[in-house]
């Protein structure tokens, strides 16, 4: 089991994240505004229009690689058979029901009870056995259970702590399993697009909804994975096609990426290699 304790962190090393002083990963002002638009999430014309096209790459993404690591074959209907599966702030459970649908044994969990209600229901009506918790990612860590695969899609810019949230991720991880993330880059082009672009220029998503500052680069990510014990084996941009309507993997990190790591069991582990994925 692993004990959250409220202490101060160590003065940064070259290289790593910031932390703030409070000691949890909750944003409350975050969890406020995900709560208010829960009834929305199974909208295809809604507020997370985007989010929906934006998961079919995710989705991709996560099953081809898992299929492989784990020695099963993508290109089945049921790929991820067997394998236990986190998704941490799963909210209605747009990624967690495709997940469920290709064979995983699915836990969600989100801190906002209204988006846990709505991805409860909408389980229930499409006949799949997701289980599904109004919890944070704290008490889960306490437990001590652990995943074949665990999820952090679209979360780490929400939270308020970025190196615990890692910290408490990672330790819900099992030795020679993996995880997954995804996330936006803080460069000035993730400005000009994910918050300009998308939130009040072309209303792609609700107003509000990410602060630059809490962007996270791909080295400040992976020097905290590193610490938990994660080796990053892969990272991968992600754009959007205006020409074909669709998100799609890319060598340009600038903006949004994914990362895909391993955690390593007492320095034992396969070897690990660092790459882009070309579109």
């Not at 408490?168 to 099992?174: C, D, G, P, V």
Request: include cysteine; charged fraction near 20%; hydrophobic fraction near 40%.
């Amino acid at each position: 089991m692993i004990s959250v304790r409220a202490l101060p962190r160590a003065e940064c090393a070259p290289g790593e994240m910031p932390m703030a002083k409070v000691r949890d990963t909750i944003d409350e002002n975050d969890v406020a505004r995900f709560s208010r638009l829960s009834g929305q999430w199974w909208n295809p014309h809604g507020p997370w229009a985007k989010l929906h096209k934006f998961n079919e790459v995710r989705l991709g993404y996560i099953r081809d690689r898992a299929a492989a690591y784990f020695g099963d074959d993508q290109t089945r209907p049921d790929g991820l058979r067997g394998l236990r599966m986190l998704d941490i702030g799963c909210g209605g459970g747009i990624l967690s029901e495709p997940l469920a649908r290709l064979g995983a044994r699915v836990v969600g969990i989100d801190p906002s009870a209204s988006n846990i209600t709505v991805a409860k229901t909408h389980a229930a009506e499409a006949a799949l056995s997701i289980d599904y918790r109004d919890t944070t990612v704290e008490e889960l860590a306490k437990t001590g259970e652990t995943f074949d695969v665990v999820l952090a899609m679209e979360v780490v810019e929400h939270v308020a702590d970025v190196g615990l949230f890692l910290d408490l991720a990672a330790a819900t991880a099992k030795p020679g399993g993996l995880m997954f993330l995804g996330t936006l880059n803080r460069t000035v082009r993730s400005f000009a697009v994910a918050i300009a672009g998308a939130e009040y220029i072309l209303g792609w998503i609700p107003r509000g909804t990410h602060q630059w500052s809490k962007f996270v680069t791909p080295h400040e990510l992976e020097t905290a994975l590193k610490r938990n014990g994660l080796n990053c084996r892969e990272t991968a941009g992600v754009v959007y096609n205006p020409f074909v309507g669709r998100f799609q993997l890319s060598n340009d990190t600038s903006v949004s990426y994914m990362v895909v790591a391993e955690k390593i069991s007492h320095g034992h582990g396969r070897q690990v290699q660092v790459a882009i994925i070309p579109q």
